[in-house]
C-alpha cells in the first residue's frame, strides 16, 4: 500500500523569526519519497512558509484521509495565542498579537488526525519555542493525538537575535538520503546522537503511539518525554503574584500580585525584566528552602526555574551553575542516576557550558561537569567523552 508523506516547514517572516524552518525543506526534498515514507511508494506533498491557517488544515486534512501509512514532518515554532494561551505552530504571517488568527492551532493536529487507524500515523517533529511556550510546557504535554506515534524534539529559546537551525530535521533527512531507512525508533536515536551537545537542553519527543514497543525516554502515547525537569516536580508553592508587570513597577510591586508567580515570572521576561524575574524567583525559592529543606522538590523546582531564566537572559555561565546544582542536590538526596530528573538537570548544564564563550569560565565549570557526567552519562553516547574533549580544546587556548 502506498504511503503519504506531508513535509510541513513554517516560521513568521521578520523579527518574530525563532527558527530557519524552511532551510530543510531542500534536504528532505532530496529523499527518495519511498524512504520518507518507509513504503514501497509514496506520495509527497510539500508546505513551505505557509500563509494562512486554513491552506495547512486543507492539505493536512487531504493527507489525514489517505488510507495507507501517513508520515508527517513539522518544522518550526510553537507560540501561544494571548486569549486562550494555546499553542500554535506560528506561520509566515504570525506575530505576538495575531497568533490566534494567523497561526495554525496544534489542537488541529490532534483533531484531523484522531480518526486515522491506529499505528498508521507518525509525526517527526522540530519545534522551537518563545519563552512563554517554553515555561507553558512546564506543566503540560504537547498533545498530538493519542494513537500516533510521535519523534522529534522541542527546542528552548534560541539566544537573543539569534535564528534557531532544525538540526534535528536535517540530521534525520541526512541519515535518509543514505538510502536506508531505519525503523523510526532508530532514526530518532541517530539524529539524537547526530545533535550532540547542542540537543542537551531539548524536550526530547519519543512516543510510539498505540500498539508500538515503548523506546527510549518514552512518554505517554502523542505527548512527550522527559518533559522539562521543573514540571516532574510535586505541587508548586502558590504565592503571589500574577499578571504582567506594566512598565514602572519595581520589585516591591510585583510581590503585590496576588495568584501563580510563574505568570508573572514569565511575563518579566517578555519584557525583558530578567534581574527582576529571578529576584522574583529566588525569594519563591528561599521560602521554599524555609519551609521544605534545601533538597525538597519544592525548592528544587524554584532552582530549575532560575537556571531556566538565567538560560532566558542569555547567561550560561549562571544557568550551567544553577543546573550543575540541581543535579548535585538530586544525587545528594539519594535520586538515583538514571532518574529522569537527574539526566535532564545534567543534560541542561552540559548544553549550557557548551553556550559559555569565554574559555576561562567554562574550565572553571568543566571539571564538576565531567565529574558528573561520569556519574550520569545520560541516554546519548559520547556525553562524557565530548566534555573531556571539550576540555582538553578548552585547555589548548591557555
Not at 18 to 40: E, H, K, N, R
Not at 211 to 220: L, S
Not at 266 to 281: I, Y
Not at 311 to 328: E, I, K, N, Y
Request: aromatic share 4%.
Amino acid at each position: 500500500m502506498p504511503g503519504t508523506v506531508l513535509l510541513l516547514a513554517a516560521s513568521p517572516v521578520g523579527k518574530g523569526r525563532l527558527v530557519d524552518a524552511a532551510s530543510v525543506l531542500p534536504v528532505l526534498a532530496a529523499v527518495d519519497p519511498a524512504v520518507l515514507s518507509g513504503t514501497d511508494t509514496a506520495n509527497v506533498v510539500e508546505l513551505a512558509d505557509p500563509l494562512e491557517p486554513q491552506a495547512v488544515l486543507t492539505r493536512l486534512r487531504a493527507a489525514a484521509t489517505a488510507s495507507g501509512p501517513l508520515t508527517v514532518f513539522v518544522a518550526g515554532q510553537l507560540q501561544l495565542d494571548r486569549k486562550q494561551r494555546l499553542p500554535h505552530l506560528a506561520l509566515a504571517r504570525t506575530t505576538p498579537a495575531t497568533v490566534r488568527y494567523t497561526g495554525f492551532p496544534w489542537a488541529w493536529v490532534r483533531e484531523e488526525l484522531r480518526l486515522r487507524v491506529p499505528g498508521t500515523t507518525t509525526l517527526v517533529l522540530d519545534l522551537h519555542t518563545d519563552a512563554e511556550t517554553w515555561q507553558w510546557l512546564r506543566d503540560r504535554p504537547l498533545d498530538s493525538g493519542r494513537t500516533n506515534a510521535v519523534y522529534g524534539r522541542i527546542a528552548p529559546p534560541p539566544g537573543r537575535r539569534v535564528v534557531g537551525v532544525p538540526s534535528y530535521m536535517k540530521a534525520v533527512a541526512t541519515i535518509l538520503r543514505s538510502g536506508s531507512r531505519p525503523a523510526v525508533e532508530q532514526l530518532h536515536e541517530l539524529a539524537l546522537e547526530r545533535l550532540g551537545a547542542e540537543g542537551y537542553a531539548d524536550v526530547v519527543l519519543s512516543a510510539p503511539g498505540v500498539g508500538a514497543g515503548a523506546g527510549v525516554g518514552a512518554g505517554v502515547p502523542g505527548g512527550f518525554a522527559p518533559r522539562p525537569p521543573s514540571a516532574l516536580k510535586g505541587p508548586r508553592p502558590q504565592t503571589p503574584p500574577e499578571g504582567g508587570p506594566p512598565d514602572g513597577l519595581d520589585i516591591a510591586d510585583l510581590r503585590e500580585k496576588a495568584g501563580d508567580p510563574h505568570g508573572v515570572i514569565t511575563e518579566a521576561v517578555q519584557a525583558g525584566r530578567h534581574v527582576d524575574a529571578d529576584a522574583l524567583a529566588a525569594e519563591h525559592e528561599q521560602a521554599a528552602v524555609r519551609a521544605h529543606g534545601p533538597g525538597s522538590e519544592e525548592a528544587l523546582h524554584w532552582a530549575e526555574v532560575r537556571a531556566d531564566l538565567a538560560m532566558l537572559a542569555g547567561d550560561p555561565v549562571r544557568s550551567c551553575r544553577a543546573w550543575l546544582g540541581v543535579a548535585g542536590a538530586r544525587l545528594a538526596a539519594g535520586q538515583a542516576a538514571d532518574a529522569g530528573a537527574v539526566e535532564a538537570a545534567v543534560d541542561r548544564a552540559h548544553h549550557q557550558w557548551g553556550q559559555i564563550p569565554e574559555p576561562a569560565r567554562a574550565r572553571e565549570l568543566g571539571p564538576e561537569l565531567a565529574e558528573l557526567r561520569s556519574r550520569v552519562p545520560g541516554r546519548r553516547a559520547g556525553a562524557l567523552d565530548h566534555v573531556q574533549q571539550h576540555l582538553v580544546q578548552l585547555q589548548l587556548l591557555g
